[in-house]
């Protein structure tokens, strides 16, 4: 007998509130899905039983959080939960200057603004996050994706697969010359949340410094990251994963961080620094189109439940129940073989919806006719990441497609539990039994741009 029975990875909270969810028919979600064009941005979210659309502003805050919110300070300047959340921050990432944004995709903005990105420069990443990249190439500077062939190949298990590969790095610096900003996301959500190691951080500081090139984290999940390196860094087992994350932060110059994933938050987000210079500018920036320095588009209260989810976010009885929770999803849809990127990431379960659905080709793209499945039959809501999301269709009419058609599970903090997770994987593995069933889908609306959002579909009918 043990102090504690953790076989069953029972979960370090209990329930206070509920919020119900409605079990719908496959008539009416039919019904809703011809409706909506196939495309679940139409379909109203209270028509999905299990959402794992995103892990993004979808946390369930703790009655910690929820009696900061009641402490709220909205005094237009400096007020009081400003100064916890800085304090909070300052402490975690070791940085002198913390800046709040409304979420992660204005601090890439700003950040963007503030290092003067402009055609003449290139931007350095494992990968970047899709409005990462936008913020950067809106700004004309080019952005760069080198993580480490391992991240292509689904079934290969690699304890980081989030790495960058430091020699196409350092070819890019002495080759390109104009190498402005290194961003390594951490752990990185293009590539399925996988990890980033505590040494490849470490090199890519080095290289940084050598060159004289700003390094920044997009630390989204850095809670989650810290605890990777934790499980399979074995130096560093013995820290607690706020030491870890310390460490993480201490080779950077920075990170930009959008609270509403590892902030366990709602909105929200930030930047953090050192340099003053990088300071002034942003700050100067953000008072016109974001808001002043000590609120930057967030309410009062906002910042307090921020810098309480920081907190909890670290503690390692949560960050184990977090990682158990992933690996139990990924044990179940394993046992059936259903294909999907491996290892287990932090946040997400990534379908390879090649694999799952070889009959299907990518011009009938198998990842959304996976997800219209999936909620069809069972009203789970998945998103997808292949064809619709990353295809480019050329001038002469011809297709580009993407080497991976993945389908995303992901799995909100706090929010479901192991019945939830059972029903997942009960649905998905049934669906594989059934996948020669499943159709490819025709776009009748095609947008071009940011093509899942807007695109509407009929499913092919077999003759
Ligand atoms: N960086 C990473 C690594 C992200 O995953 C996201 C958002 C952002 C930046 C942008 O932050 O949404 O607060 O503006 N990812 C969400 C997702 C949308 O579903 O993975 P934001």
Same mark, same amino acid.
Request: charged share 25%; glycine share 8%; with cysteine.
């Given at each position: ?141 080019? %952005? !760069?994706?080198?993580? *480490? =062939?391992?991240?292509?190949?689904? +079934? $290969? @298990?690699?304890?980081?697969?989030? /790495?960058?590969?430091?020699? %196409? !790095?350092?070819?890019? *610096? =002495?080759?390109?010359?104009?190498? +402005? $900003? @290194?961003?390594?996301?951490?752990? /990185? ?15 890519? +500081?080095? @290289? ?256």
């Amino acid at each position: 007998m043990s102090d504690f029975n953790q076989k069953l990875n029972p979960p370090p909270f209990k329930i206070k509130v509920i919020e119900p969810i409605k079990k719908t028919t496959r008539g009416e979600r039919r019904k809703w899905l011809e409706e909506a064009g196939y495309n679940f941005f139409n379909i109203a979210a209270e028509n999905i039983y299990i959402d794992l659309l995103t892990d993004s502003g979808t946390s369930a805050m703790s009655d910690y959080q929820w009696a900061g919110i009641m402490m709220g300070d909205e005094s237009y300047a400096q007020c009081k939960n400003f100064f916890n959340f800085q304090g909070i921050i300052r402490d975690i990432t070791g940085y002198k200057y913390v800046i709040p944004t409304h979420q992660g995709r204005s601090a890439e903005n700003l950040i963007c603004y503030a290092f003067d990105l402009d055609h003449t420069k290139i931007t350095v990443s494992n990968q970047f996050f899709d409005t990462t990249r936008a913020n950067i190439e809106i700004s004309g500077a080019r %952005a !760069l994706d080198f993580v *480490i =062939q391992e991240a292509y190949k689904p +079934s $290969l @298990i690699h304890d980081f697969k989030g /790495n960058i590969d430091t020699m %196409a !790095l350092e070819n890019t *610096i =002495q080759n390109e010359g104009n190498v +402005s $900003l @290194i961003i390594l996301t951490v752990t /990185n959500n293009a590539g399925g949340g996988q990890p980033v190691s505590l040494a490849n951080i470490a090199e890519v +500081s080095k @290289i940084a410094k050598k060159n004289n090139i700003p390094f920044f984290l997009d630390a989204a999940r850095f809670a989650e990251n810290a605890y990777f390196i934790k499980l399979r860094e074995k130096e560093y087992q013995h820290l607690s994963p706020k030491e870890i994350a310390k460490k993480m932060f201490s080779y950077a110059n920075g990170c930009i961080v959008s609270a509403k994933k590892d902030g366990l938050v709602n909105i929200g987000g930030f930047i953090a620094l050192n340099d003053e210079q990088i300071y002034r500018r942003i700050t100067e920036r953000m008072t016109v189109m974001e808001g002043f320095p000590t609120y930057g588009g967030l309410a009062g209260r906002d910042l307090e439940a921020i810098a309480r989810g920081l907190t909890e976010v670290l503690q390692e009885d949560y960050l184990e129940y977090r990682h158990q929770q992933l690996e139990y999803l990924g044990k179940g849809l394993e046992k059936a073989e259903v294909p999907f990127l491996k290892p287990v990431g932090g946040h997400s379960i990534n379908i390879d919806a090649k694999s799952f659905l070889p009959h299907i080709p990518q011009s009938q793209f198998p990842g959304w006719a996976l997800t219209v499945a999936l909620y069809e039959y069972y009203g789970i809501r998945a998103a997808e990441l292949g064809s619709v999301a990353f295809g480019r269709q050329q001038e002469d009419g011809k297709w580009i497609f993407p080497e991976l058609e993945q389908v995303r599970l992901a799995i909100p903090r706090r929010v479901y539990s192991q019945e939830h997770l059972n029903y997942v994987i009960d649905s998905v593995v049934d669906l594989y039994k059934n996948r020669t069933k499943i159709t490819g889908m025709k776009i009748t609306y095609d947008p071009g741009v940011l093509r899942h959002f807007t695109a509407r579909f009929i499913p092919i009918v077999k003759e």
